[in-house]
C-alpha cells in the first residue's frame, strides 16, 4: 500500500510497441481498503464496471485487453479512470505464464507537475530492439502537456524538440 490512498485515480496500461503476448497475458486491477465501499471503473472508449470492496480484504478487477496501448502511439483515449465511494490502495499488473510486471497506482491528489522519467534497456543489450515508453493521462479536462524528449522518438520526433498537447480527462498520450 501506499501512505496517501484516493478516492479518484486515473492510469492507462503502458504496453506499448514491444507488445507483450497479450492474448496469455491477464491484466488485473487489486484494490484494497481499510473501509467498506463501491466504486466504478471506467474509460472514456466506453468501459464501465462497477465494483463493492470490503474493509482489509483485497478485490481484484480483470481489465479487458483493448485497453491496453499497444500500437497506440500518440493520443487516445484509453485512459483508465477509478472513483471509489472511500480512500483506496491500487495496484495493476500483467501476470503472464512466464512472467509478470506490477505498478503501483498513485491517486489524482497525490500527482505532481513535472517529472524526469528515465529510461533503462532489458539487459542493457544495444543489439536488441528494445523500447521504451512513457504514458501521461490527464486527470482533468483541458489538461496542457509538454514533453521535452532527450532522444529521437519512435516516428521521427527529434530529440530536444517540445511535443506539445492538451488532454482531457481519461485522454492519454505515449510516447
Known amino acids: 500500500g501506499v501512505p496517501t490512498a484516493g478516492q479518484l485515480v486515473t492510469f492507462t496500461l503502458p504496453v506499448g ?22 466504486g466504478v471503473v471506467y474509460s472514456p472508449n466506453g468501459l464501465e464496471i462497477p465494483f463493492t470492496f470490503t474493509a482489509n480484504i483485497g478485490l481484484e478487477i480483470i481489465l479487458p485487453h483493448d485497453l491496453m496501448l499497444l500500437d497506440d502511439l500518440g493520443k487516445t483515449n484509453k485512459g483508465v479512470l477509478v472513483y471509489t465511494t472511500q480512500p483506496v490502495n491500487l495496484t495493476m499488473y500483467f501476470v503472464m505464464n512466464y512472467a509478470g510486471e506490477a505498478t503501483q497506482i498513485f491517486p489524482d491528489k497525490a500527482l505532481g507537475t513535472d517529472y524526469l522519467v528515465s529510461e533503462w534497456g532489458i539487459f542493457n543489450d544495444p543489439t536488441e530492439d528494445n523500447k521504451t515508453e512513457i504514458t501521461v493521462v490527464a486527470a482533468e479536462d483541458n489538461t496542457d502537456v509538454t514533453i521535452m524528449p532527450s532522444v529521437l522518438c519512435i516516428g521521427g520526433h527529434p530529440a530536444k524538440t517540445p511535443i506539445t498537447f492538451t488532454l482531457n480527462r481519461g485522454e492519454c498520450y505515449i510516447l
Do not use: I
Open 17 to 38: 510497441p514491444d507488445k507483450l503476448s497479450f492474448s496469455e497475458t491477464e491484466v488485473r486491477l487489486l484494490v484494497v481498503s481499510a473501509h467498506d465501499g463501491q
